[in-house]
């Protein structure tokens, strides 16, 4: 994906063992389309050399105010003025004292103070570093001057101890610069989603479930998380990742989707029902494995159906803005018209095609009061943010609404 195309990211290191992950960093970076540009402290270059770093960004490092391969020494401004953010990654407890006191010694520092562009930092330290008083009064300033501070993570350290200033991993931070520059149409909303396939069991090893993969709707949770909304899901049984940020709850059955959902809905200003639910459950489920015994008897199941979890949410006295999805295997356009006002939805989202399930491209067909907009085919995570774009326009409109 080319989420970072067009971007154009400084990409500073000071001196910390998390250097090594600042290869791979860059690195992806580069694969999501962004122009890295680095810049490394003196103590940076102890722990990895300027040339791994120009080999995987393609650029020039620069590491000296005085490089001379930069007219008139104004290296700090020229750099600062190029980059659409910087990261600096690892930022050590003494790039953060000297960033939140306004030095400008080094190259690094100095471009900071003349930068116009977003400051992103990755602290990496030991724990007893990061606990100290002193680093705490310094992120807080940071923080308190609009610089973003990413992590850090908890877990073993490079000096024996376990804590918390360990780097955010190359990943994270890659899809941190990516939901960074996204616009933020959802900032502070808070949302609710449902996604993946439900299991219904009829016994402690069979169960029915639907080939929902839960790509759409998680891609939807990150799309929101991305657009600045506050994210919770819950999601039947899938393998897939949770973008760090999102909080999530897993369930197995569409009882318990509904049980979950319906305890916390009411926070909630848009509910987005992305799960394939089953519509029906075994009766009464088998406490033992059910036998093919010798005589071959093909077991008989009765089926009773499910709540129907979105429907009980457009009930609510006062319901979030409600999403509704729809699979549908013929016609689209009539059952997705029809099935707006039988699920009471102002926005249903039809997948075009059952064979969606499970790929990683999608095609959505939009009904709203208006009409129907079509969303062409393209991969899920696009089709999310688009989508994410068309329900905040939406639910703004609701909300500016008198009551
Ligand atoms: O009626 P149908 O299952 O096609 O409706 C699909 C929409 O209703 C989806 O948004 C789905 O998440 C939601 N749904 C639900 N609870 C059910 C069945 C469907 O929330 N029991």
């Known amino acids: 994906m080319n989420d970072l195309a067009g971007k154009h990211v400084l990409l500073g290191l000071s001196g910390g063992i998390a250097c090594y992950k600042s290869a791979e960093l860059t690195r992806l970076l580069i694969q999501a389309g962004a122009r890295v540009q680095v810049v490394m402290t003196d103590a940076a270059?102890?722990?990895?050399?300027?040339?791994?770093?120009?080999?995987?960004?393609?650029?020039?490092?620069?590491?000296?105010?005085?490089?001379?391969?930069?007219?008139?020494?104004?290296?700090?401004?020229?750099?600062?003025?190029?980059?659409?953010?910087?990261?600096?990654?690892?930022?050590?407890?003494?790039?953060?004292?000297?960033?939140?006191?306004?030095?400008?010694?080094?190259?690094?520092?100095?471009?900071?103070?003349?930068?116009?562009?977003?400051?992103?930092?990755?602290?990496?330290?030991?724990?007893?570093?990061?606990?100290?008083?002193?680093?705490?009064?310094?992120?807080a300033q940071l923080r308190a001057d609009g610089v973003t501070v990413l992590g850090p993570a908890s877990g073993p350290q490079a000096?024996?101890?376990?804590?918390?200033?360990?780097?955010?991993?190359?990943?994270?931070?890659?899809?941190?610069?990516?939901?960074?520059?996204?616009?933020?149409?959802?900032?502070?909303?808070?949302?609710?989603?449902?996604?993946?396939?439900?299991?219904?069991?009829?016994?402690?090893?069979?169960?029915?479930?639907?080939?929902?993969?839960?790509?759409?709707?998680?891609?939807?949770?990150?799309?929101?998380?991305?657009?600045?909304?506050?994210?919770?899901?819950?999601?039947?049984?899938?393998?897939?990742?949770?973008?760090e940020g999102v909080l999530r709850i897993d369930v197995q059955t569409a009882q318990q989707m509904y049980d979950a959902v319906m305890a916390c809905v009411e926070a909630f200003d848009i509910f987005i029902a992305v799960a394939a639910v089953s519509d029906w459950r075994a009766e009464s489920v088998s406490a033992e494995k059910i036998k093919k015994n010798g005589e071959f008897v093909v077991p008989r199941f009765v089926f009773t159906e499910n709540p129907d979890i979105l429907a009980a949410v457009t009930r609510l006295p006062k319901p979030p803005f409600c999403v509704g999805f729809a699979a549908e295997s013929s016609d689209l356009e009539k059952h997705?018209?029809?099935?707006?006002?039988?699920?009471?939805?102002?926005?249903?989202?039809?997948?075009?095609?059952?064979?969606?399930?499970?790929?990683?491209?999608?095609?959505?067909?939009?009904?709203?009061?208006?009409?129907?907009?079509?969303?062409?085919?393209?991969?899920?995570?696009?089709?999310?943010?688009?989508?994410v774009k068309e329900i905040a326009q939406r639910a703004a409109r609701v909300s500016a609404k008198p009551q």
């Open 336 to 387: 997705g018209r029809e099935k707006r006002l039988l699920k009471n939805v102002p926005l249903l989202v039809g997948n075009i095609g059952p064979e969606t399930f499970g790929q990683d491209k999608n095609e959505l067909m939009l009904f709203d009061e208006t009409g129907i907009k079509h969303l062409p085919r393209a991969d899920k995570l696009s089709l999310a943010r688009a989508l």
């Open 159 to 243: 000096c024996g101890e376990t804590g918390e200033g360990r780097m955010l991993e190359p990943d994270t931070l890659r899809n941190t610069v990516v939901a960074f520059f996204q616009p933020k149409v959802l900032q502070d909303k808070r949302v609710l989603l449902t996604a993946g396939p439900t299991f219904e069991p009829i016994d402690p090893v069979r169960g029915i479930t639907n080939r929902s993969s839960g790509k759409m709707g998680f891609a939807l949770a990150r799309a929101a998380a991305e657009a600045g909304a506050q994210v919770q899901l819950i999601a039947g049984p899938t393998a897939l990742p949770t973008l």
């Open 45 to 139: 270059q102890r722990f990895i050399t300027p040339v791994t770093m120009q080999a995987l960004s393609g650029q020039t490092v620069y590491t000296c105010q005085w490089d001379p391969r930069i007219a008139r020494h104004m290296a700090h401004i020229d750099l600062a003025r190029a980059a659409d953010a910087i990261l600096i990654a690892p930022a050590s407890a003494d790039c953060i004292a000297k960033l939140a006191h306004g030095c400008a010694d080094d190259l690094l520092t100095a471009l900071c103070l003349a930068r116009s562009c977003p400051l992103l930092i990755a602290p990496a330290m030991n724990r007893q570093m990061w606990q100290h008083p002193a680093t705490q009064r310094n992120v």
